[in-house]
């Protein structure tokens, strides 16, 4: 019996030593992510992207000769959840920097927790304006919605599409999409001159939207400006189809998912959208978007392509790689904060190259990337037009 304690307690003594060793021989980075709840079917994939990046870095050496460590969190899309993962990932995890969450609505309350804590947090997605404005610790490698919706409104004046009159229907009970449906569109709108009636709420929920496309029918819109994710989105294109409307259906980043081309079936012929990726812009970009259909579908995840977002996703990694490589970060506990705080400091100023774009800039903390229009036609995703990135000066 003292035998077996003594071998127990040099086990533990041993177990104690090279603990701090192992923790050393790792670079943690957090990743807060949707794998459950209403945002699922947009944000599990991301996690597709981000972990492709990982293994790439990994598989060529990691960064500064060291493995990243992967600690992800999932906030089963709800933004409290997200405050929880950012205290968790920082303070327990002891994490260098975050990529993530997902949403707006969860960045609009992780990105406090980011600022008290002092830690580099790059969402993945959220692209309601604002969101960084004042912010130290919280950078983005998004795009907004105004800038993208504006292109697009642009892109069918450029076009001489009808555009004199509209409607906007809009999810009630999802951040970014109603202040898409309430603010961001009508305000666009009404500079381009359309003339567009009361924002029409729906809940992300609802299955019956026969009463609210009933008085887009009977006002006859020369197009619906729709705010919504894509299975809301094809419900009410569904609707508008079955009801007779013949008028082009159009929507910014919030529906921009290759998926929609199956979602929308026929009835989607026609509309316009607006996404900030392109998977044929080069060689990188292609590589990247058949590696992620790939993986995706060996997870069992059904992708005609990637979504804005993952490509988003698979940058930010390289991009905190790039500054921790600038930074020659250790991953050693005792420099924790020391190396938290040079990755902050790393961003300002900074230019990055991926598959989104090359010589990436950032306006204030927002990355500037290009947009480019989609419309759904003969049942594919095609290119209606294009815009360059806007300068940072």
Known sequence: MKSGKRILLAAVAALATTAPVLAQDTIKIGHISVSSGFLKSVGEPTNVAVDIAVQEINDAGGINGKPIELKRYDTGSDPKQAAVAARTLVQDDEVLAIVGPFSSGEANVALNDAERLKVLMLPTSSSAPG???????GWRLTEDERKQFGRLLAAMKEKGLPMETAEIVYVSDEVVANG??????????????????????????????????????????????????????????????????????????????????????????????????????????????????????????????????????????????????????????????????????????????????????????????????????????????????????
């Not at 969101?131 to 610790?137: A, E, I, M, Q, V």
């Not at 990755?343 to 800039?361: N, T």
């Open 131 to 137: 969101l960084t404005d004042g912010k130290t610790y």
């Open 180 to 393: 898409a449906g309430t603010k961001l569109y009508p305000a666009l709108l009404e500079e381009a001159g359309v003339k567009v009636g009361d924002p029409i709420p729906v809940q992300w929920k609802s299955f019956d939207m026969s009463a609210q496309v009933a008085k887009i029918v009977q006002s006859n819109p020369d197009f619906v400006a729709v705010a919504a994710l894509p299975e809301q989105a094809s419900k009410l294109i569904a609707e508008l189809h079955r009801q007779g409307y013949k008028g082009r259906v159009i929507g910014s980043q919030i529906f921009a998912d290759p998926n929609v081309l199956e979602l929308f079936g026929p009835e989607g012929e026609g509309t316009l959208l607006v996404a900030g990726f392109w998977k044929g812009r080069t060689e990188a970009s292609q590589a990247f978007d058949d590696k992620f259909v790939a993986e995706a579908e060996a997870r069992g995840i059904h992708k005609l392509g990637a979504h804005h977002s993952d490509a988003q996703a698979y940058d930010t990694v390289y991009l905190v790689k790039q500054l921790m490589e600038a930074a020659g970060t250790t991953g050693d506990p005792d420099k924790l904060q020391e190396e938290r705080q040079a990755l902050v400091d790393g961003m300002e100023g900074v230019r990055f190259s991926g598959i989104l774009a090359d010589d990436i800039c950032f306006a204030g903390h927002d990355a500037e990337l290009p947009g480019y229009v989609i419309e759904i036609k003969d049942g594919k995703w095609t290119k209606f037009a294009e815009a360059p990135a806007d300068s940072c000066e």
